[in-house]
């Protein structure tokens, strides 16, 4: 199954396959020919026939290296083509399958280990796509056709070579596994250091924050020489694995040499002939040699494809195939909704709720009650396990997910900025969008004010995540992302906890501009952002608790009441603390 899945990859090259199969082979063949032209010169006795003649031959011998020359140089610079080709076509198609894998893999796989297979496994897999064709096709193609130019030119020791491959190639199966055991654990390792530096480069913030750059490279270090050691135990078979051909090799020349003196001797044999046999054994030494290093880097190429192959196995987001979510007028339903990340210990617990077109729905409550987790499902990032989600009476799990997503504007609390320009990151929004649009929506989140004043303004690079820039302007492109979509559902994620109060007030104004008109559910840490809502839905221990309008709640003593009293004193506290500073 996982050699067919391969060999599946070849079917958009076949021109090319078949190119190189002809050229390769050709080149063999051209190959052949120049030790019986050698053979034929030295049965004229050099020194009694006629120069010319020696020199037409060696002037023949000579085409025949140049025609070799262009074939090996038009079947390597297509054995690299193919390979590139595939790997690119491997890479595409990984690529584009992470891009559809649910959030639940996510959850439970390291981003290191991916990149390692979408890099480094995929690259391994490419050579083998390279020597399939030229050293295993070809190679056997080659072998046999010296093996039987061997066994013509004499049958006792061409019997010989043949006993002496088959050794080798016992010899060969017996190491195949320990090859495959030995490169499993090195990818694995590989992908596992991997992981780890990714996360370092982008966690060297908080690292250096800490003061854990030793405890980091600690880490780092084990994990490197846990891969090292991985490689030198691939090394060392390896290195056995190439004496041993080396011996291999030395042992057939040995075994000519003493059988071709006693065919000599015999008279069963001319010195042509031994010359001859000579260089056709060099020439089926390269095939065979092929063939015996093939089965290494076959371990080898195929311990990274084992990794690429059971990531496509995966399963992708379910639901493709449904129709399309029109556009809505905003009701929003969660129907005895009940969900838990890992199946078992549930984060929502029998949550009902109804929302009205344009209402305005704050959600609070203590961390780690599901307000977050509210908005992945409507986002379809995750499924209930009980209930359903409507949307204008229609559960939401009979459109497909990317429809159902286009209608949902999302701004969350950690902003992510890809490494681009501005224009660029805004227009994630809609990619559709023009120029003009872009602006409006820039200017609408009051981010044109900071964008007119970069380098190079709207097409000024904004860094790795937008690095180059602060919290608030990085806040104000998200916002921006959302007028540009323009969806009917709008969810704000906590999209104000991580700025200061200063910014915090002058976001929350482009945000407030943002919902009008919209339905939408505002998570807030801070529970000021939430005061001007339709209504409040408290959560606590995955159920909703309390639900009402912001003044309501604040005239009961319930859990609204208490928390706002706690941020209040906090608040307070702050203040006096920084104004007894001054």
Known sequence: MLL???????????????????????GGLAELVFPMGVRH?????????PWRQILQWVLLLGCCYLLNFALLFLGSYYSGK?????????????????????????????????????????????????????????GAFSAAGTICLLLYLNR????????????????????NTRLRRRYDANRHEFGHLSALGEEA???????????????????????????????????????????????????INLCILLLGAWEIRAGAMTYADLTAFFLYVGIFIKPAMKLVIFVETYQRSMAGFRRFYALMQEPVESGEELPDMPVPCGRIEFRDVSFGYDGKRPVLSDISLVIEPGQKVGFVGPTGTGKSTLAHLLLRFYDPTEGTI????????????????????????DVFLFSDSVRRNIAFGDFDGS??????????????????????????????????????????ISLARAFLK???????????????????????????????????????????????????????????????????????????????EKENRKRAKKEGVESCSL
């Open 4 to 26: 067919r899945s391969f060999l599946s990859y070849f079917q958009h090259y076949r021109g090319p396959v078949a190119l190189l199969l002809f050229v390769s082979m050709a």
């Open 41 to 49: 010169v030295l049965q004229l006795d050099p020194a009694a026939a």
């Open 82 to 138: 193919l390979s590139a080709g595939m790997e690119n076509d491997m890479r595409e198609a990984l690529f584009r399958h992470l891009e559809h894998l649910p959030f639940s893999f996510y959850d439970r796989t390291r981003t290191g280990q991916l990149l390692a297979t979408l890099m480094g496994d995929l690259a391994e897999a490419g050579n083998l796509a390279a020597r399939i064709p030229g050293d295993l096709i070809v």
């Open 156 to 175: 006792t020791l061409g019997s010989a070579v043949v006993v002496l491959m088959a050794v080798k190639v016992l010899h060969t199966v017996a190491i």
């Open 201 to 251: 480069v982008n966690g060297v913030r908080m690292v250096k924050a800490y003061t854990a750059e030793e405890r980091c490279a600690e880490t780092f270090r084990t994990a490197a020489r846990r891969y090292l050691k991985a490689r030198v135990s691939a090394f060392r078979l390896d290195a056995y694995f190439g004496a041993s051909i080396n011996l291999f090799t030395n042992s």
């Open 390 to 413: 409507l949307v204008d009476g229609v559960d939401i799990s009979r459109y497909n997910r990317a429809s159902v997503r286009r209608q949902i504007a999302l701004v969350q609390q």
């Open 435 to 476: 120029g003009e649009a872009i602006r409006r929506a820039a200017e609408s989140a009051d981010a044109w004010t900071f964008i007119r004043h970069l380098p190079q303004q709207i097409d000024t690079p904004v860094g790795e995540r937008g690095v180059k820039l602060s919290g608030g302007q990085r806040q104000r």
């Open 486 to 564: 323009d969806a009917p559902i709008l969810v704000l994620d906590e999209a104000t906890s991580a700025l200061d109060n200063l910014t915090e007030d002058q976001v929350q104004k482009e945000m407030d501009r943002l919902g009008k008109g919209r339905t939408a559910l505002v998570i807030a840490h801070r529970l000021g952002t939430v005061l001007n809502a339709d209504r409040i839905v408290v959560l606590e221990g995955g159920k909703i608790r309390e639900t009402g309008s912001p003044q309501a709640l604040l005239a009961q003593s319930g859990i609204f009441r208490r928390l706002w």
